[in-house]
């Protein structure tokens, strides 16, 4: 479920361990998610009876390096081991997430449960937080009866598609999954009308993905139909198109010329905790469409497809080295032993490199005539050293979108205009101030064109110029009180982007587990009308997620329902 991935500087070792550990069931109740372990856990018969419901066998997830603690020198091994840092590979596999530290589960008491790629590392192993059954999904027939399954036997219920998630909101141990990734259909419309509309509202081109679609595989076919895709970037294009990245908001490079993933979209189908498949547009059961569109996946339904608009394929200019020239693009501050770096690459669509460079040389110029006094004083420490500076055309965005990427633990804050015009060296401090921080150039122009009430998405975004980003990371084996400490660092670096502009919000897909008011920075002053829409349509919650609308009523594991003041 997640939009871009983070890229980090940061090294991560690979590791694998043995060991046994317990897991102690928590008492259950009415006001509580049933667990696997607990007595109100379905029997095997039980399950039996909802395999012949669903067209595939029921998935048992596991978690990743399993094989490798069964046989090391296995070819099932080797599998993992080669392929533990592809994105393609974690997404095939239901038990994998995009980052490790999501599998892991650490008990109160500081015992980890892991399973590493170093069987060395002496490390207590089980299921960690992989769920522990599910339905690998291939219909909207297999999902209704996934969620009504889960809601008859209150289980506590996951949505997966590809695993990247910067919260943990795609497993969760002791649950039940529903696994869309194998639901790969893609049809391109020559002319689309959305259901319930008048038909003169027609679009060219538009394109229906099923739920597991990933970006690759959505731009090679709008490639192979000379059209562009509004999506994220990631490694190998491995999020999904038609889920957690869309539904938390979607951004893009290409979002300061074409608006963000939400902007984008014509129609979604999804099913509620009903168990009803509905169709969901500006003309039929608009409500739901508009929470569906930035109030976050996992939260109102389980989505089965998504249709969005296309543009004509059009080449793009690359910068490496201005969104309201239509730039967009990713930068990243870090430092080290006292020096700092930036780097940024970005895009914009449907120039001339001519074009393009008037736009962008003028700022090139200006970094390499800085670089080129820098060394005046004679002090090294304010040497500043340009390896690159130019732009380079690219036959389409399909061409330049295939890039690679990592995962972490992160936290963000989004950046309005009005701050980086007026407070720019403030921001520039702050930036320089976090070992790790990435200044994604994917908002204003046609993001901030767009009405706030338009979508159900955080308002913020339509002020914003810039999405940054900090994160954390820590190499296999990490001691829990480590990481502990490396999170507490990480919310102070997070609270030092949101003392930029303490009023505006975060991305909710790339944003901080650890934030002092989700709902207001998440969601803005769209967060009592998103509550009263998934009351409307999860009125037994069944869809709860990590500072997802709703989760103020759980407790921290969304396990059970606190009682209301």
């Known amino acids: ?11 991560i070792s690979l590791g694998v361990a043995f060991g046994s550990c317990t897991f102690v069931a928590a008492a259950t109740s009415s006001r509580c998610r049933c667990l696997s372990g607990q007595p109100c856990w379905p029997s ?23 094989p490798c603690y069964i046989c090391p020198h296995s070819s099932e091994c080797n599998d993992v081991m080669n392929g533990w840092t592809d994105a393609i590979w974690r997404s ?24 590493y790629l170093t069987v060395s590392l002496d490390a207590p192993c089980a299921q960690e937080s992989v769920p522990e059954i599910g339905v690998d999904a291939r219909s909207a027939g297999d999902i209704q009866a996934a969620v009504r399954f889960a809601a008859e036997h209150n289980l506590k219920l996951v949505v997966k598609n590809t695993g990247h998630d910067f919260l943990g909101r795609s497993d969760g141990r002791g649950s039940f999954m529903v696994w869309t990734h194998h639901m790969k259909n893609i049809t391109v419309h020559p002319s689309f009308t959305p259901l319930g509309a008048l038909p003169d509202e027609q679009y060219e081109y538009a394109m229906t993905l099923d739920a597991g679609v990933q970006w690759y595989e959505a731009y090679a076919a709008a490639d192979a139909a000379n059209r562009t895709l509004v999506g994220g970037i990631s490694a190998g294009g491995s999020v999904g198109a038609a889920g957690g990245w869309l539904l938390g908001g979607g951004h893009s490079a290409l979002s300061p010329s074409y608006g963000l993933g939400v902007d ?14 509905l169709t969901t547009n500006a003309h039929r059961h608009a409500d739901l469409f508009w929470a569906l569109r930035g109030g976050g ?13 296309t543009r004509p394929s059009v080449p793009v200019v690359a910068v490496y080295c201005l969104t309201d020239a239509g730039w967009g693009g990713y930068t990243q501050f870090g430092q080290s032993d006292g020096a700092y ?15 393009a460079n008037t736009t962008v040389n003028p700022y090139l110029k200006f970094v390499e005539e800085v670089a080129a006094n820098s060394s005046t004083s004679g002090d090294p420490a304010e040497e500043l050293t340009v390896y690159a500076a130019m732009t380079v055309p690219v036959p389409s965005w399909y061409e330049w979108a295939q890039v690679s990427g990592s995962t972490v633990e992160i936290g963000s804050w989004l950046i309005p205009r009005d701050a ?15 070992p790790i921080a990435n200044y994604h150039i994917i908002a204003g122009r046609a993001v901030s064109n767009v009405s706030t009430s338009a979508a159900g998405l955080n308002p913020a975004w339509r002020k914003a110029a810039a999405h940054a980003v900090t994160g954390i990371s820590w190499p296999d084996g990490t001691a829990a009180n480590v990481i502990n400490a490396m999170r507490e660092k990480l919310k102070i670096n997070t609270a030092t982007l949101r003392a930029l502009t303490p009023d505006l919000g975060a991305y909710f897909n790339e944003a901080s587990l650890y934030e002092p008011d989700p709902a207001h920075l998440f969601f803005g002053s769209h967060y009592k009308a998103l509550q009263a829409i998934k009351e409307k349509y999860d009125p037994t919650d069944l869809f709860i997620i ?4 709703g989760s103020d009523h759980w407790d921290k594991a969304l396990e059970c329902r606190m009682a209301r003041s």
């Open 420 to 434: 980086i015009e007026t407070n720019h060296k403030d921001v520039t401090s702050a930036l320089l101030s976090i």
């Open 92 to 115: 095939d596999h239901a038990g994998a997430m995009q980052s490790p530290n999501f599998e892991m589960f650490i008990f109160p008491n500081g015992t980890i449960d892991a399973r």
């Open 297 to 309: 996946g996992g939260t109102f339904g389980i989505v089965t497809s998504v249709t969005y608009r």
């Open 341 to 355: 770096s930036f780097a940024f690459f970005g895009i914009i669509p449907n120039v001339s490199w001519a074009q």
């Open 264 to 277: 984008n979209v014509l129609e979604i189908s999804v099913v509620t905790s009903s168990g009803a498949h």
């Open 546 to 549: 990590a500072e997802g609308v």
């Open 1 to 11: 479920m997640h939009g871009r991935l983070f890229r980090t500087l940061l090294p």
């Open 44 to 66: 095997s018969q039980t399950f039996a009876r909802l395999a012949t419901q669903v067209s595939q066998p029921l998935v048992y997830p596991a978690p990743p390096a399993r």
